[in-house]
């Protein structure tokens, strides 16, 4: 596409159009109109006393995903929608441009934030000397071997400081822009972005709440190999792999 349209922008209560919101929630999207309207609603019903701003980037052209989404069940959020390129870092870049909050928290379509989630983002940004954070992974399922993914994902992002996008990544607006926000690469945008923020000694924050996952990626592939796909990814990326040649293989 090369430009971006807004395609809509709505709150609840008209007359406070104008107000800045104190956070603003990104979620770039590609054919989830079976996933979206659920998570908004999860995010209309957290209490926080906080104006919370939704901004949804649809990389679909036909607006598959933003034709879904119905603003009557969305009480209290302000919402942006618009359309841009496919590329789930170009489409937060994206959505983080149009985005008037101080604090960016970027959500996949799929993954609900725990409870209280948003007033913990404000606790952990209470303290000057954490530029963001994330919260621990959690997946909607009750089979046994999902919790041993949550507990392994859960150490490694504290161990590495590099935790995934499905942990919901947060980060102050002003320093997001200031180390240039997402590389605009097919996959790993997630790592790539927090490896600078190590770089530069700079701290994050691995909440203590875990956010809800669809597993619907791991009941398709398999539990084992999408996990082991994953971790094998990781490495490579490590070692210097690029990401063009491993977006070939993490569709």
């Not at 309207?37 to 933003?66: F, Y």
């Not at 603003?71 to 008037?100: C, F, H, P, W």
């Not at 009750?142 to 150490?155: D, H, K, L, Q």
Request: proline letters at 5%; glycine letters at 8%; charged letters at 25%.
């Amino acid at each position: 596409m090369g430009t971006w349209e807004v395609l809509s922008s709505s709150i609840t209560k008209p007359a406070e159009k104008t107000v800045k919101p104190d956070i603003s929630i990104i979620i770039p999207v590609l054919n989830e109109p079976e996933t979206i309207q659920s998570t908004l609603e999860s995010l209309a019903c957290q209490s926080t006393g906080k104006t919370v701003e939704i901004v949804v980037v649809d990389a679909d052209p036909d607006e598959s995903t933003l034709k879904a989404i119905d603003v009557q069940n969305l009480s209290g959020l302000l919402l942006k929608t618009a359309i841009y390129d496919k590329g789930r870092g170009i489409q937060m870049n994206k959505g983080a441009e149009l985005a008037s909050g101080d604090i960016l928290l970027f959500l996949h379509a799929d993954t609900l934030l725990p409870g209280g989630g948003i007033h913990a983002v404000f606790s952990v940004l209470q303290n000057p000397h954490r530029v963001g954070g994330a919260f621990d992974l959690g997946i909607r399922s009750s089979r046994w071997g999902y919790r041993i993914i949550e507990t392994v994902a859960s150490a490694r992002s504290r161990i590495t400081r590099l935790p995934y996008g499905d942990q919901a990544i947060f980060l102050r607006k002003k320093y997001f822009h200031m180390i240039g926000g997402y590389s605009p690469i097919p996959i790993m945008e997630d790592v790539d972005i927090m490896q600078r923020i190590k770089k530069r000694g700079d701290t994050i924050e691995i909440v203590n709440k875990r956010v809800q996952t669809n597993p619907r990626r791991w009941e398709k592939e398999g539990m084992v190999f999408g996990t082991l796909r994953n971790w094998i990814l990781m490495i490579l990326y490590l070692v210097g792999v690029s990401p063009q040649k491993l977006g070939r293989y993490y569709k």
